[in-house]
Each structure stands twice: as structure tokens, then as C-alpha cells.
């Protein structure tokens, strides 16, 4: 429990509900008092931090549009081994 003391926060929804449900900025009292900063502006800041901060946990997927290629082409390298063995031994 704080007492006597006043924060300004922001909450900003999560634009990934997988990760974060929402976070929580604490805005600096001296920040607030500087001339030609709006509420929008603060938002949208705070928005953009979470966004970035997101981007940067979520997992990078292997492509899947070569995995066919690859299966095929392992199966294929692994019958000439199997012919060429075949071929030496006879």
C-alpha cells in the first residue's frame, strides 16, 4: 500500500492477448508539466511501446512451404545412396 503519493499511469490494452492482458505505464511528474504534450500524444506513445515490446517476443516460424521440397528431396538423395551401395556391393 502506497500512501500520500500520486502516480499518473496509463493502461494500455495488449495488442497480443496471447502474451500480455495489459500494460502498465508510470508516467513521470516532470513529463507532465512540459508545455504542448497531450493526453493523445501519451497514449499513443504508450501504445506504440507496448506494440514494439510485443513485436519483439513473439516467435519466429519456420517457413513452411519448403518442408514438402525438403522430404522429397531427402528421400530421393537417400534411394541414390541406397542404389549406388547396391550397385557396389554386386
Same mark, same amino acid.
Given at each position: 500500500m502506497v500512501k500520500g503519493?500520486?502516480?499518473r499511469v496509463i493502461v494500455v490494452k495488449s495488442p497480443d492477448p496471447r502474451v500480455f492482458e495489459e500494460a502498465i505505464f508510470i508516467v513521470r511528474e516532470d513529463y507532465m508539466k512540459t508545455a504542448g504534450v497531450s493526453?493523445?500524444?501519451l497514449l499513443s506513445e504508450?501504445?506504440? &511501446?507496448? /506494440? %514494439?515490446y510485443v513485436g519483439r517476443l513473439k516467435p519466429q516460424?519456420?517457413?513452411k512451404r519448403y518442408m514438402g521440397l525438403v522430404? &522429397?528431396? /531427402? %528421400?530421393l538423395f537417400?534411394?541414390?545412396?541406397?542404389a549406388a551401395l547396391l550397385l557396389l556391393v554386386l
Open positions: 503519493v500520486a502516480k493526453r493523445t500524444q504508450a501504445r506504440q &511501446a507496448a /506494440s %514494439s516460424k519456420a517457413p522430404i &522429397a528431396l /531427402s %528421400s537417400g534411394s541414390g545412396i541406397a
